[in-house]
């Protein structure tokens, strides 16, 4: 099956600063690759839709200026997680469809201290 | 909110037995789909489900799709130890491509 690898699998940065988390398709090209946030016990919940060569689109809620989303080939998107505070503390997972079916990265866990 | 709600929210059965997992939704589909979880890990894909199709099996895997009750109901028969995990339905709607919205999700608890 197709093989979305997620990196880092784990990250731990001090309150202010910036993480940039890559999602990248290994064996297919992805114009569209989603960025799902998870807090502990809970559920997904869609922050937003890359696309490749173009504007993100975000869910409500979701501020864009501290979410980076950058779509600069087919194979690969980066989420950066800008001035980053403790509640952003969360695992953050990406997932690209190459047809019906969608295939997730192995997530990032992200601590802000 | 759009997302779904799954009951129960948490169960604890023995090895052997069956588990069954309730998924409900609010908008009409193209897909549903479940996942499991391991803890703190990435989704693993286990079924696909069309909105045309009202029953799919995968191993000891069993999904109904009830289209009117915008219901599905996942089914793991003899389960293991190795079975327990978190498990996600997921829809995907009319246009959305594989924009998935996520339910709440089942926590299961195999014991030996």
């Known amino acids: 099956g197709a093989v979305v690898s997620q990196h880092p699998s784990w990250v731990i940065c001090k309150s202010g600063t910036s993480v940039k988390i890559e999602c990248r398709s290994l064996?297919?090209?992805?114009?569209?690759m989603f960025w799902y946030r998870q807090f502990p016990k809970q559920s997904l919940m869609l922050m937003a839709t890359?696309?490749?060569?173009?504007?993100?689109?975000?869910e409500q809620g979701v501020e864009k200026d501290k979410f980076l989303i950058n779509h600069a080939s087919l194979t690969l998107s980066t989420l950066t997680v800008t001035s980053a505070h403790p509640e952003d503390s969360s695992f953050y997972i990406c997932?690209?469809?190459?047809?019906?079916?969608?295939?997730f990265g192995q997530g990032t866990r992200l601590t802000v201290v | 909110s759009q997302q779904g709600e799954e009951d129960p929210q948490a169960l604890s059965i023995q090895e052997g037995e069956n588990a069954t997992m309730n998924c409900s939704y609010k908008t009409s589909i193209n897909n549903l789909q479940w996942y499991r979880q391991n803890s703190g890990r990435g989704l693993v894909h286990l079924i696909l489900?069309?909105?045309?199709?009202r029953e799919k099996h995968s191993g000891r895997l069993r999904v109904t799709l009830d289209t009117s009750k915008k219901s599905s109901s996942l089914l793991i028969t003899a389960s293991r130890a190795a079975d327990t995990a978190s498990y996600f339905c997921?829809?995907?709607?009319?246009?959305?491509?594989?924009?998935?919205?996520f339910g709440t999700g089942t926590r299961l608890q195999v014991t030996l």
């Open positions: 064996d297919f090209q992805a114009t569209t």
């Open positions: 890359s696309n490749e060569g173009s504007k993100a689109t975000y």
């Open positions: 997932s690209a469809p190459p047809d019906t079916e969608a295939f």
């Open positions: 997921a829809t995907a709607h009319t246009g959305t491509a594989s924009k998935l919205t």
């Open positions: 489900i069309r909105s045309n199709e």
